[in-house]
């Protein structure tokens, strides 16, 4: 590298390694004219040699913001006009570690939370979220979980889209959320935001995304769809209120203002009288709780879909009852969050 560069930059921890790794011999092999800049940890470059590399012409710039030994008042280096130097006042004050240490913790709660770390390593967004997209980030997260349960396995592309104001900032972020809470209940592996978009090119499955300025209803909306060779399923959600409370306002092309909540089920059946007393009856035999319900249809005696909040996971076989009782298309179950989350 010292013999093709024009300017070198360290970026190294200061380890037994690397103690020195530009020293006499590299500083020879160099081309002539090369700028040096460290401001990485102090004794990465051999100080002295870089003086005397200097003096003689071999290096015609360096800037150094570190030193082998601080603080320091009087070195050779200070007398060269070629040489910038800067005090190395990176947290260096009381007030500057505090500031240090806060950030620190600060970050590391996101990470045990699970939630979006804007500085971790990899991650493949800045660390700049826009405000009009950070509040969006846990919606969705869980419409990507909703998304996936409803369809099922063999998904082949999700696509994310943005629709409202939103739009017009970088959604990335919400993208990976998505992503995260896809594969969240998926996989047996830990889900982040740097493993989600792996995890989905690993499994071939195509990921879109695209926005839009416009939306009807809402200020802003979230919408996922999950393809697979057989069908597409579609969610959709808003927050609503001052407190930005999250809900589902579409499911399978359905209207609906629905709440998250931590276990919950979809029924798509042909509307017709009576189903949601069969329902409520093989629940209650069941010992599962309602916790509250949504019914939503296009045309009087059409396909339908009842949504469920319920405080218990229901029995497969319950489910296979009700479905089987009510002549349903389907039914799915959901766990949107897990006990103690």
Do not use: W
Request: aromatic fraction near 4%; include cysteine; charged fraction near 25%.
């Amino acid at each position: 590298v010292c013999e093709r560069a024009d300017f070198l930059t360290i970026h190294l921890p200061r380890t037994p390694e690397t103690l020195g790794i530009i020293g006499e011999r590299e500083l020879a092999a160099a081309k002539r004219g090369i700028r040096i800049v460290n401001t990485a940890r102090g004794g990465l470059i051999d100080e002295l040699a870089l003086a005397r590399a200097l003096k003689d012409g071999r290096v015609a710039g360096a800037g150094i913001d570190v030193f082998e030994n601080e603080p320091v008042t009087e070195h050779p280096l200070f007398a060269l006009e070629q040489v910038v130097v800067t005090p190395h006042l990176g947290a260096s004050t009381a007030e500057a570690q505090d500031k240090a240490g806060m950030a620190i913790a600060e970050q590391v709660l996101l990470a045990l939370k699970g939630e979006f770390v804007p500085y971790a390593v990899n991650v493949e967004v800045g660390p700049d979220i826009p405000e009009g997209v950070r509040p969006y980030l846990a919606l969705a997260e869980r419409l990507g979980r909703v998304a996936v349960a409803l369809s099922g396995p063999g998904i082949e592309r999700l696509r994310f889209e943005y629709h409202g104001a939103m739009a017009e900032h970088d959604t990335r972020a919400l993208t990976l959320a998505g992503l995260k809470g896809a594969f969240t209940s998926v996989v047996h592996e830990p889900v982040t935001f740097v493993n989600a978009p792996l995890l989905a090119r690993e499994r071939g499955i195509s990921v879109e995304e695209s926005k839009s300025a416009q939306s009807l209803d809402y200020v802003n909306l979230i919408e996922i769809h999950a393809a697979c060779s057989a069908d597409t399923v579609s969610v959709a959600g808003v927050l609503v209120g001052k407190r930005d409370d999250e809900r589902l306002v579409r499911v399978y092309g359905y209207e609906l203002d629905m709440a998250f909540s931590p276990i919950m089920v979809f029924f798509r059946y042909v509307d017709r009288p009576g189903i949601i007393g069969i329902v409520g009856s093989l629940l209650g035999e069941a010992g599962v709780n309602i916790a509250g319900m949504q019914v939503a249809r296009r045309t009087e005696g059409g396909e339908a879909l009842m949504g469920m909040a319920v405080d218990s996971p229901i029995p497969d076989e319950v489910l296979r009852v009700i479905v089987d009782r009510a002549q349903m298309r389907d039914a799915r179950l959901i766990v949107v969050e897990q006990e103690g989350k």
